[in-house]
Structures are given as structure tokens and as C-alpha cells.
């Protein structure tokens, strides 16, 4: 019996399997009902005792030999399987998401707005050139605007610069196409700004631009009104003020009615209820004239947006840099935001 064992040891430690059922087959010759390991205890039982002392060990490490091999051929066995608790079948917990951006979801939001009015969306370059920043939009030669201060200039060339403004592809899309025209262009902006709370070097507006025969400043008052109404809620009243662009004449800048019920309203709108939204106008002659519309047969209006702005006021936002620091802790709050 000490042979037969030694030999099974033997055969055990040189199995070798190239799939499952070969080791299922194997698992069963062993310890099957009717397996090898069953036949030895059955001829244990008869040994004189002074041998079983001796046999006994060498059996079950024979047995123990087996599972071993079993288990290192078929990586977890079926019995711990169940004992751990795991369940293969159960469905995934399902896999995290990232989230939009608040900055994103806004610009969207604003863009679906105005395509709902029949405005097409257009883009243009964030380096530029002075013509199409400021020449192209009537901005004297000695306009602070052009100030080193103000304008980042690439490899201190005059003519080449990042764009202070999405004004920028009004000029774009003024020179490639004829009116009726009506726009909305979104982008990201640059200015040589301390960064703070308020300020930042590079952020994003949404120009809009809206040139055919016969466009009246009621109709810019109204198009600003549906949309202040579509993004703040139906009940929302806006008044303009008086203002200046060198590319729009008259000017005025839009104020939302946001109230005055709590402190935070009084601080934000500085005691007066209002909130500055946008800057608009009606599009000075000069700059059709400059790109080849006819002032004399048409007109325009044109508005320009801060979405940092906006999305500060949508979200009670109190520092702009959130917006660049990709912060999960400040990004996952937006979590199932279209
Ligand atoms: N470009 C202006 C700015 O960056 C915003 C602006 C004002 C755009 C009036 C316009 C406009 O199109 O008509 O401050």
C-alpha cells in the first residue's frame, strides 16, 4: 500500500490538463465516489494498526496533493466560490460617469436657445489678427482696447494676437457670406488679466449676430427678451442701458430683474435688484460698410456674452476660478446636468 500510495503521489505531481473537463475528470478519478482515493481507504481500513500510523499521514497528503493540483489548475474551486458569497450572475454596479462641465452645459443651453430663433451657430480662430478684432469692428487706431495691457500679441507682432473678443468672427462670417445673416458664435476669449475671483486670462463668450433688411432695435429688444425669458424663467424682465462699443451705435447693456429678497441679492446686485447680463447694439454703419454689406440696404443688431458670467449667476457661483482648477469635488456637484 505504501508503493501504491508513493506511485499515486508520483502521477499526481505530473498531471497535466489543457482544459476544464480534464480537470474536473481528474478531480473525480481522485476524489470521486468511485475514485482511487475511495479504494484506499477502504484497504486503510484492514491495515494493522501499527502501519495505519504510518499510512495515515501519507494518505492525506496524497489527498491534500490532489486539491492542490486541482485547485491550481482551475484557479478558484467550486466550493470556495460559494463560500465567499461571490455571485458571478449578479449585474454590474454599473460604471461612474463623468460629468459635464458647467461652463459646457450653459453654453448649450444658450446656443439651443437662440437656434430655436432660427440663428445658425459659427466659429472662428483664437489667434487672430487686428483686422478682424479690431479694425474690422471700427475700433479707432489708438482704442485703449489694443493696449499691450489688455491684448496678449503673439511674439510681440502687432498683427498677430489672441482675440480679446468673439466679436471677432462677426468680421469672420461677415466677409464669407451675404444677408440675410443670423448667428450665434460661441468661443474662448484671452485678455492679459491678473487672475482673481472676478478675472481670468482666458474665458468664453457668445457673440450674436443678426444682419437682413429692415432690423429695428425692437427687434433686438425682443429677441433678448425671449431669450433672458427662456434661460431665467418666464417672469423675467430686462431693461437696457445706455452704453458704448466702437461697433455698435446706438449701444446699450442688458440688466435681468434678479430681486431683492435676500442678502446675498442685495450684495450681488449691489442694492439694486439688477444684473448686468450682456452687451448689444444695433451695428454701427461703419462696420458693414467695412466688410462689404451695403448700410444703406441693410442692417443689424449684434450682442456679445460672458458664459463664465452666466453661469456664476445660474449656479451661485462665487469665485471664477472654479470654473479652470478641474476640481472633481467642485465638477461632480453638476452630476446629471444636460
Ligand atoms: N465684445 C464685447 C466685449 O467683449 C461684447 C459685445 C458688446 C459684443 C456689444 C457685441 C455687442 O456684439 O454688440 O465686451
Redesign the pocket.
Known sequence: MKDRIGQLMADVAAAEFSGEDEVEAFRVAYLGRKGKMKDLMAAFKEVPGDQKRVLGPMLNALKQAVEDKVKAASGVSASKVKASGLDATRPSGGVPLGTHHPLQVVRREIVDIFQNMGFAVAEGPEIEDDWHVFSGLNFPPEHPARDMQDTFFVERNPDVLLRT?T?SV?VREMEKREPPMRLIMPGRVFRNEAISARAHCMFH?I??LYIDKDVSFADLKQTLLHFARCFFGPDTDIRLRPSY?P??EP?AEVDVYWGLKTEVDKRITKGTGWLEIL???MVDPNVLEANGIDPNVYSGF???MGIERITMLRYQIGDLRHFFENDRRFLNQFAGER
Open positions: 473678443h466679436s462677426q463668450q457673440e450674436g462699443f461697433f455698435t449701444s452687451g448689444c447694439g449684434a450682442f456679445g
